[in-house]
C-alpha cells in the first residue's frame, strides 16, 4: 500500500510539473497587496497529495505565496496540525485572526474559495 501511494505520488508531482501553470502577469502594487494579506497564514499540506496540488497551482496561477509544511515528513508539522485544527488532514490553511484563536481551514475547495473571495480572484 505504501508503494502504490509512493508511485501515485511520484506520478502525480510529475503530471503537476510538465502541467504547472503559468502565473497571470500582474502589477508591484498588486503583488504587494496579495502578499501582505498572506504573508502570515502557513498551508499544512503532504507534498503528493493531489488537492494540495489543486491549491498550489491555484496559489501558483494567482501569484499567492503562503508558507506552506509538510505534515507528512515532519512529524511536528502533523502534531501542530492535530492539536490546532482537531484532525490530520490536509490541506489545511491557517489564518491568523486579529484577538481571536486562528482559524484552521480544511478542504481544497473551501480554501480556494476563501483566497479568491479576499483576493478578489474570478474563478
Ligand atoms: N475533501 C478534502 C480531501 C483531503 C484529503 O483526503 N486529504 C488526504 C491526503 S490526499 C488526507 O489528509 N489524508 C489523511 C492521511 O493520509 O492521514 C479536500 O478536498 O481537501
Request: hydrophobic share 40%.
Amino acid at each position: 500500500m505504501r508503494i502504490i501511494r509512493f508511485i501515485l505520488g511520484r506520478i502525480i508531482l510529475f503530471i503537476d510539473w510538465i502541467t504547472s501553470p503559468a502565473p497571470i502577469s500582474i502589477s508591484e502594487e498588486e503583488r504587494l497587496r496579495i502578499s501582505t494579506f498572506t504573508s502570515s497564514m502557513v498551508m499544512y499540506e503532504f507534498r503528493a497529495c493531489p488537492f494540495c496540488v489543486r491549491v498550489r497551482r491555484f496559489m501558483k496561477r494567482n501569484n499567492i505565496i503562503i508558507t506552506t509544511k509538510d505534515a507528512r515528513k515532519n512529524k511536528d508539522y502533523a502534531d501542530e496540525l492535530i492539536s490546532g485544527g482537531g484532525k490530520l488532514q490536509v490541506p489545511c490553511l491557517v489564518i491568523p485572526t486579529e484577538g481571536k484563536n486562528s482559524e484552521w481551514l480544511y478542504e481544497s475547495k473551501d480554501i480556494i474559495n476563501f483566497l479568491a473571495k479576499e483576493l478578489g480572484i474570478k474563478l
